[in-house]
Each structure stands twice: as structure tokens, then as C-alpha cells.
């Protein structure tokens, strides 16, 4: 699958971040905050910006472990599962669209203003149509089409000039606002800012709940950290000055206006209520007159225009890993081979933005969906943090979040107890979530869970330290009983464990009434014997093993009890004559009593794994096996590349257009399992296991998937006998426990 490029430096992920964060979430929302808690509005952001901190230290750890496109999504992916994963991608993927259609929203309310304002400057009455709802939805469309479409023309998307000249902007609002406060502030502050708390803690924490998407944004520098230079470096000082720069706006800012916007007589919370989208315009005006609001004006557009772009740009990227996983439609990781940009990924995520733009009519209860989406996507991220750092020592390089694991358990605390707080206080921002997560996994479930896994299963295979960022140890148990093939099984089983986290259990199951007339054990030898060949394999394979040697009576019940009793996620038996070992029915009861994965070798005399170089693998389109499959290539083909083909045995009467089609899904579903391209090969035939066999002898090891009839039904059918009769190629077949 294709790689971004790094072409992002420390400069331009600052400014990513300060795009997302500064000026948008602030001018839009600050009303709600002096309307729900007063002058102490700074308060709120100033304890947001505190939690923000906190959370960005863990995002910077998590990022510089995992420098990939996709921020939490990817952090829940390598330390959690596949599952947990895509509920995490889809809230936060839903969470960005949100809030590019809240900025495209506020944008074009600011815009709308604009316009009005310069028909008064020229004296004229404004049309009614700028008035008008369709007029904004219009501006609000046109600003998503056109951040999309310089998304697909550059990596960065622009806007680096607009997010460092609203920086300027806020700043001259800062320094005028100070010097009148010094120089000509005839009011005391303590009765412009009083009652400070005008709601008391209960108002500031409701305003603190509304806001904290204001301070939102750093987490998109995580988001895109596949195209970043040096991410170990950049990204932890690009997350924490970007929210220094808005700590530095927000707070002076916040107080300037409180304490010099309000009128005689008038209270920082009644301007608001009487101004709520443009109170920030209407203060400023108070004490720099109509050069001010204008300048607020300009500060908001760009402000909003720069957060829809950032945002946009993170959902994106967001849906781009989620479709290289394949929790999202594989059509979406289409990327542009000059420019390097995910289009399929830009695209569906502007026809989302659109479709949310009609349905979302009520901007605060957007925002505050936003914000609870974010805390609860932040808690995540804190106590993957703590996980990950348990189970695996960071690199060398990496970022460490100081103070561990304190700073991250703060964090989760805070992210959680704010969200339980804005889901019961804003009961819309609670549904919405709630049907957003009902819609995604039903679609999980229904079409992106199989090929997700697919791939998840073969990532686990080549990533070893994925597994082990999961708190994995799989473990394959070997029953071996001819010293002949001890060695071939251990080398299949070495193929099957991931490196350094699996382990592999070889078991020698000793007939207790085996003693011959003196006493001797004959059994005993070759038990011995077995286990010996086996681990001198596994020393030079470096697989962890164990071996384990016990007395039964009869050997298939006991292999059935240690699977259980030691928790084996797969069971590894061989076999030199299929007809009579897997015709009988004793390898098929114990199939059917295990609860685990089942693979069984079928191999000629002194063949090796290593001897492989062409494998086959049929195709019926059934599934089921997929998932076991995935890993036993992935693992194959980390220890090298070979030769293998997909092959699939359509009936004479297929079409062109269908075999071509099943051509295309074939190198698909080879690249997804293998991590290569593979050969494709359908061939017409009304005699499957004829042409079956032809092209099997064509190669030097079959990959056969076997077809569990019920819950706890394996049968050998005659297709996989006669596969095998006497054949000078290899089978592995490959059973998933259901």
C-alpha cells in the first residue's frame, strides 16, 4: 500500500496545529462561555488549556512511538484491537467532520457579516438574500469545496499565511486592549468583573464542557504524523507550541474583552446574550471602534477558514488509514501518485462535511457533540498511553511523557468526568454520539469486520511489536510423535508464532501401558527423540518453547485437554499419509473438540519449509479461514519473499468480464494477506479437483483452507484426500475455530 511522504516540517506542523486551534473555536464560542460562567469565561479556557497540556503529552509519546497518519485511531489499532480500533477512528473521523462543518458554519456567518457590513459603510440596505439561511449554507459549501480541492493539489492543503496573519491579528487586539487598560481604564476591575462567577462552579464547568473544542487541534498534528519530518522531534514541540501560541491569545485575550467590551452599566454575560455569535466583533469595537470590529472581523474568517482546513485535512487522513486497514472501503486508500494525496480519502470525506452541513442545524449542539466526541476519544488515548508504556519499553528516541503514569491518569480522569458531564448536560451531543456509533457498527459488522481482520491478522505477523503492544503471547501446540517430522512441524510452527512474542508448546503424549515384558519403554525413546529434533529447530529459529512430555492412555483426548488447560490459540499436527491419518476418524473428533485454530501439515520425507519457494493458494470466495491464513503468509513471506498465487476455479460458463473482475479481487486479497503483489490466476473448469491437482503439482506447497460444516464439525473432504494422495508437493491446511 503507498506511503505518504514526509514533507511536513517542525514550522509547518505548528502551524497545523495553530490553524486547527487559534481564533476558530474562540470567536465562535466564546459567547456561550461569558453567557454560561461571566468574566471567569478565562477560567474555563485556561483549565481546558491545562487538560489540553496534559493530553498532548500523551499524544506525543504515543505519536513518536507510532509516527503514522491517523492519531487515537492508529494509537487503539497497535495497542488494542482491530475492533476497538474503529470505533475509536469513526467517532474521532465523525468528530473532525463536525468540526470542519461547525468553522464552515461560523465562517460563513462571519462572511454574511462582512457583506452586511460593507452595504452600510456604502449606505445601502443589504439584500435580503445575504440574509438568508440558503445564502450561508452556500458560503459554508463553497469553503468546504474549495479547502478540498487545494487538499487534493498539496500535501499541507495551504493556509500557512491565513493562521500566521490571524496570529498578528489577535495580537494587535492584545496589545491596543492592554495599553487602554493601562492608560486610559477609568473603571476598576473588580466592578467590571464582578460577580466573577456568575453561574458559580457549576457555570464555569458548563462553559468549560462547550469550549474545550476551542483548545482541540494538536491532536491533527498526530493525525498526520505519517508526513512528518523527524517525528520523534517535531511532533512533541509542534503539539506543545502550537498550544502555547493559543494559551498565549486566548487567556489576555478573553480577559481584554471582558473588562473593556461590556457597555455602562452592562455585564460581559449580557453583551453576550445579546450578541452571542459576534460578541468578540461587538466588545472589540468597544474600545478600538469600527477599526477593531473590522479587524475581527477579517481574524474570523481567516480563524474559521484555517480550522475548516486543518480539520478537514485530519479527517482525511483519518478515513486514509482507516481504508489501508480496511475498517473503511478499500477504494478510499486510492492514492495520487504525483502529488501523494489521498484522494478517494478527500473526497468522501467532503461528501460527509456536505451531508452534515444540510443535517446539522443547531450549531452549539454540534459544537458540543464535537467536544464530548474529542474527551472521550482524549481518555482513550491517556489510557492507551498507560498500556503501552506497561507492556513495552519506549525507544531510545522516543518521547516520554513526564511524571508517568501520573500525568496520563490525570488526564484520563479529567477527559472522562467533563464528557459524562457535557453528555447529561447537552442530552443531543449524548444521542448523536450514540447514533453515530450505532451507525458505524452496524456497518462494521456488516461489511468492513472480515477484510479488517484480514489485514490485522497479517500486520500482527510482520509487526511483531504489535502483538506485543496488545499484551499478546499466542501460543501454538505441537503434538509430536515421529521423530521423522518433528523438525518439519517445528519449522511450520516457528512460521506460525510471531517472533519474540509467541511461543510454541511441543507436546509428547507416552502410551502409559506401553512397557514392553522387561520393563523397557520403547515409547519413551521416541518421545524423546522427537522433542530433541524439535527444539534444536526452535534454538535455531530462536522461537520460545516449551516441552511437555505426558502419560495417557490414549493420546487425542490429552491433546485436547492441554489445548484447553493452557489456553492454545492454534493446534499444529503432521501427518506423512493423509489417507490414513486424516481419513480416520480420530483426527477428525479431535477437530472437532478443540476450541482453537487447527493447522495440519502434510508433507513428503525430508522436506523442509525452507524448500518452499512456490506456494499455491485456492480461493473459493467462502472466508472463514481468512483471517488464519493471513498469518501464516505474512509470516512466510517475512522470512522471505516467494512465489504465490492466488488461484481461483470459476465454472466453463464464467464470463470475461467476471473472470476479470475475480482477477482484480484476487491481487486485492493476495496484497492484503501476503503484503506483496501475488500472481492472479482464474481458470474456467467444470472439473475442480482435476484442475486442482494439475496446478498443484506445479508448485512446492499448498495453502488449503478446510470448511468447518457446523460448530464443531471438520471434515476432510475428498477434494483434500485426493489433494494429497501421494503427492510431491506439501499441504498446510488451515482450519478457523468458529
Same mark, same amino acid.
Given at each position: ?331 478510499? $486508500?486510492?492514492?495520487?501518485? $504525483?502529488?501523494?494525496? &489521498? ?211 490414549? &493420546?487425542? &483426548? $490429552? ?134 491437482? $494439475? ?44
Amino acid at each position: 500500500m503507498p506511503a505518504s511522504q514526509r514533507t511536513i516540517g517542525l514550522f509547518g506542523a505548528t502551524l497545523v496545529g495553530i490553524g486547527a486551534i487559534v481564533g476558530g473555536g474562540i470567536l465562535v464560542l466564546a459567547g456561550v462561555a461569558f453567557q454560561e460562567t461571566g468574566p471567569s469565561a478565562v477560567l474555563a479556557f485556561a483549565f481546558n488549556g491545562l487538560i489540553a497540556v496534559i493530553t498532548a503529552l500523551t499524544f506525543a509519546e504515543m505519536s513518536s512511538a507510532f509516527p503514522e497518519n491517523g492519531g487515537a485511531y492508529t494509537f487503539a489499532k497497535r495497542v488494542l484491537s482491530v475492533r476497538s480500533a474503529f470505533a475509536v477512528g469513526w467517532v474521532i473521523w465523525f468528530a473532525y467532520i463536525v468540526a470542519a462543518v461547525l468553522y464552515a458554519l461560523g465562517f460563513a456567518a462571519y462572511a454574511v457579516e462582512m457583506f452586511v457590513g460593507l452595504f452600510r459603510l456604502l449606505g445601502l440596505e443589504p439584500p435580503a438574500f445575504l440574509l438568508a439561511r440558503s445564502f450561508t449554507m452556500l458560503l459554508a459549501v463553497v469553503a468546504s469545496a474549495f479547502y478540498g480541492w487545494s487538499l487534493l493539489r498539496k500535501t499541507t492543503g495551504g493556509g500557512q499565511s491565513a493562521s500566521i496573519a490571524k496570529v498578528a491579528i489577535f495580537a494587535l487586539l492584545i496589545l491596543v486592549g492592554l495599553g487602554v487598560m493601562l492608560f486610559e481604564g477609568n473603571n476598576p476591575p473588580q466592578a467590571v468583573l464582578s460577580p466573577f462567577l456568575s453561574a458559580g462552579g457549576l457555570g464555569l464547568v458548563m462553559a468549560m464542557g462547550y469550549t474545550f473544542i476551542a483548545v482541540q487541534g494538536f491532536d491533527l498534528i498526530a493525525a498526520i504524523a505519517g508526513e512528518v519530518k523527524d517525528p520523534e522531534r517535531t511532533i512533541p514541540k509542534a503539539m506543545l507550541m502550537s498550544l502555547g501560541v493559543a494559551m498565549a491569545v486566548y487567556l489576555p485575550l478573553l480577559m481584554v474583552v471582558a473588562y473593556l467590551g461590556p457597555g455602562a452599566g452592562q455585564s460581559i454575560g449580557e453583551l453576550s446574550a445579546a450578541h452571542p455569535e459576534t460578541v468578540m466583533a461587538t466588545a472589540v469595537e468597544h474600545y478600538m471602534g469600527p477599526f477593531g470590529y473590522w479587524l475581527v472581523v477579517v481574524a474570523a474568517i481567516l480563524s474559521t477558514l484555517t480550522a475548516l482546513q486543518a480539520n478537514y485535512l485530519a479527517a482525511s487522513r483519518i478515513a486514509l488509514a482507516m481504508a489501508q486497514d480496511r475498517t473503511l472501503p478499500h477504494f478510499i $486508500e486510492e492514492v495520487d501518485k $504525483e502529488r501523494s494525496t &489521498p484522494t478517494m480519502a478527500i473526497y468522501v470525506t467532503g461528501l460527509a462535511i456536505f451531508a452534515s452541513l444540510i443535517l446539522l442545524r443547531d450549531l452549539s449542539s454540534a459544537g458540543a457533540a464535537a467536544s464530548l466526541i474529542f474527551l472521550i476519544s482524549f481518555a482513550l488515548a491517556h489510557m492507551i498511553n498507560y498500556l503501552a508504556r506497561t507492556r513495552v519499553k519506549p525507544k531510545e528516541n522516543a518521547f516520554r511523557t513526564p511524571f508517568f503514569p501520573l500525568i496520563p491518569a490525570l488526564g484520563f480522569v479529567a477527559c472522562l468526568l467533563l464528557a459524562i458531564f457535557q453528555a447529561v448536560a447537552v442530552p443531543l451531543a449524548g444521542s448523536i454520539t450514540l447514533i453515530w456509533l450505532g451507525i458505524g457498527g452496524v456497518l462494521y459488522l456488516s461489511l468492513f469486520s472480515k477484510r479488517a481482520e484480514v489485514v490485522d491478522a497479517h500486520a500482527e505477523m510482520v509487526s511483531p511489536d504489535l502483538v506485543q503492544f496488545r499484551g499478546r503471547s499466542p501460543l501454538v501446540l505441537i503434538p509430536v510423535a515421529n521423530p521423522k517430522n518433528a523438525s518439519t512441524l517445528m519449522e511450520v510452527a516457528a512460521a506460525l508464532t510471531p517472533p519474540a512474542v509467541g511461543r510454541a508448546l511441543l507436546l509428547s503424549v507416552v502410551n502409559a501401558n506401553g512397557a514392553g515384558e522387561n520393563g523397557e519403554h520403547p515409547h519413551l525413546d521416541a518421545a524423546q527423540s522427537s522433542l530433541y529434533n524439535a527444539l534444536e529447530v526452535a534454538l535455531d529459529r530462536g522461537c520460545q518453547t516449551e516441552a511437555l512430555m505426558t502419560l495417557a492412555d490414549d &493420546p487425542w &483426548p $490429552e491433546i485436547v485437554r492441554v489445548a484447553e488447560t493452557h489456553r492454545c490459540e492454534s493446534l499444529l499436527l503432521g501427518s506423512t499419509n493423509v489417507v490414513e491419518d486424516l481419513g480416520g476418524s480420530q483426527v477428525e473428533r479431535l477437530l472437532s473438540r478443540v476450541e482453537c485454530d487447527v493447522v495440519v501439515l502434510r508433507s513428503p520425507d525430508d522436506w523442509h519449509l525452507s524448500d518452499a519457494e512456490k506456494i499455491l493458494v485456492p480461493t473459493r470466495g467462502r472466508g472463514g479461514h481468512d483471517v488464519l491464513r493471513a498469518r501464516l503468509l505474512g509470516s512466510l513471506m517475512r522470512q522471505k519473499q516467494r512465489d504465490v498465487t492466488f488461484l481461483h476455479i470459476a465454472s466453463g460458463q464464467t464470463s470475461d468480464a467476471q473472470v476479470a473482475q475475480i482477477g482484480e479481487d484476487l491481487v486485492r486479497l493476495g496484497r492484503e494477506e501476503t503484503g506483496f503483489e501475488v500472481r492472479a490466476e482464474v481458470i474456467r473448469s467444470d472439473d475442480v479437483n482435476v484442475t486442482l491437482r $494439475e496446478q498443484s503439482l506445479q508448485n512446492d506447497l499448498l495453502v488449503l483452507g478446510l470448511q468447518r460444516q457446523g460448530r464443531r464439525d471438520t471434515v476432510f473432504g475428498e477434494m483434500a484426500l485426493a489433494l494429497n494422495k501421494d503427492a510431491p508437493y506439501a499441504t498446510i491446511m488451515i482450519s478457523k475455530q468458529r
